[in-house]
């Protein structure tokens, strides 16, 4: 393995930052983008690598990857175009890359393992683009180790998010899996990560925004912030507007917040919902499940994608107190998702004890069971996103 795959295993969400002066499908998004400005910048900001496109399609070239290298000797850098000789990835190491994109779409078997070989040779790693199935398997057949799964069919540039996550989903476990396109907010390359992706492969998105290393900040930093007990179209309003990544829905029966259903949310927004011991089939793209305790729900539940737990709920047991909260948490190996009473007055005290993957506050953001208060929506969600 190259440092291409090192640096995409490594633990937490990685993304890719990629300077892209246009795109075929959306036109000029930052012309004037310098490749040496924006790699550095994307690696002060935390990104695991850096894609430079070396296709004049894309308003890039050669002379980018060899300005990128030069003014960054230490970044990971992968080349993206469309490369179809052994010549190409040649040029493409020489020129500093330490990893090169393979496009299954214009390749047979025969040309795509030719390269792949050629690649390992050079100790060159190779992100193998897949869009659908059938593309996915022959990556997996090819035993690529850095496989890209590109939500944008790039015949009709049309993207299907949804169709991508079941393919990161069904991908093998061994290799490393990369999201790329579609993804503009947290709670979207959340999802990618959930469904099994190590990292995201973000262009557009970081082009378009006004300070693109402090998107590439935003998409990487967690916790995510979750506002539960929603009954309300005008409260997921709220929710969505403060900039909460999560809405939860709570279907249980006993429950005083019970909805009588998962409503829409934007596509910014992830949505939950919320059962006690027995769940029903819902629209929610993630499932919390508690247990039931003495006619109540249990003090800590889970968070599901389908029938796999992704996610551990740390709670408080029901309308009582736990002085060991915050230390079980703590404790508790993978993803934390801290619940109970929290709110804008202590929920940044509670981030910096147990560094959760995510928050959950419902009750204290009320004025009464179900309806929220935006004043104290917005409060929470700002100071659980303060760094």
């Not at 069904?170 to 990618?192: K, L, M, T, Y």
Request: proline share 4%; hydrophobic share 45%; net charge negative.
């Amino acid at each position: 393995m190259g440092r291409f795959s090192d640096a995409l295993r490594e633990p937490g969400l990685g993304v890719i930052g990629e300077v892209k002066r246009r795109s075929p499908s959306e036109g000029d998004l930052r012309p004037r983008a310098d490749p040496v400005e924006f790699t550095v910048a994307f690696e002060r900001a935390g990104a695991a690598a850096v894609s430079i496109l070396v296709d004049e399609r894309f308003g890039g070239s050669l002379a980018d990857l060899k300005s990128a290298r030069n003014v960054s000797p230490d970044a990971c850098l992968l080349a993206k175009g469309f490369f179809t000789e052994e010549l190409q990835l040649l040029q493409m190491k020489l020129a500093g890359a330490d990893a090169a994109l393979l496009l299954l779409r214009d390749l047979d078997d025969g040309r795509a393992a030719a390269l792949l070989g050629y690649a390992t040779e050079l100790g060159l790693d190779m992100l193998v683009e897949a869009h659908d199935a059938a593309e996915l398997q022959r990556a997996v057949r090819l035993r690529a180790q850095v496989i890209g799964i590109n939500a944008r069919d790039l015949s009709t540039f049309e993207i299907d998010r949804r169709a991508q996550l079941e393919l990161i989903a069904r991908a093998p476990h061994d290799r490393v899996i990369v999201a790329e396109s579609g993804i503009n907010s947290r709670a979207q390359g959340a999802a990618a990560e959930l469904a099994g992706a190590d990292a995201l492969l973000v262009g557009s998105a970081l082009m378009r925004a006004p300070d693109p290393a402090a998107k590439l900040r935003e998409l990487l930093a967690r916790p995510l912030v979750k506002v539960c007990g929603l009954t309300r179209e005008e409260d997921v309003a709220v929710a969505a507007e403060a900039g909460a990544d999560l809405a939860g829905f709570i279907l249980a029966e006993e429950s005083p917040r019970r909805a009588e259903g998962v409503l829409d949310v934007p596509d910014t927004m992830l949505s939950v919902a919320v059962f006690v011991q027995d769940v029903a089939e819902t629209s929610a793209d993630l499932v919390q499940l508690y247990g039931r305790e003495n006619g109540h729900r249990s003090r800590d539940g889970v968070l599901l994608r389908g029938d796999r737990r992704v996610a551990t709920v740390i709670d408080l047991p029901w309308q009582e107190d736990d002085p060991q909260h915050l230390e079980r948490a703590r404790a508790t190996v993978g993803r934390v998702m801290l619940a109970g009473g929290l709110a804008a007055d202590n929920v940044r005290a509670a981030i910096e004890a147990v560094r959760p993957w995510a928050v959950d506050a419902s009750s204290r953001l009320e004025v009464a069971p179900g309806v929220k208060d935006p004043e104290l929506v917005h409060a929470y969600v700002e100071a659980a996103q303060c760094p």
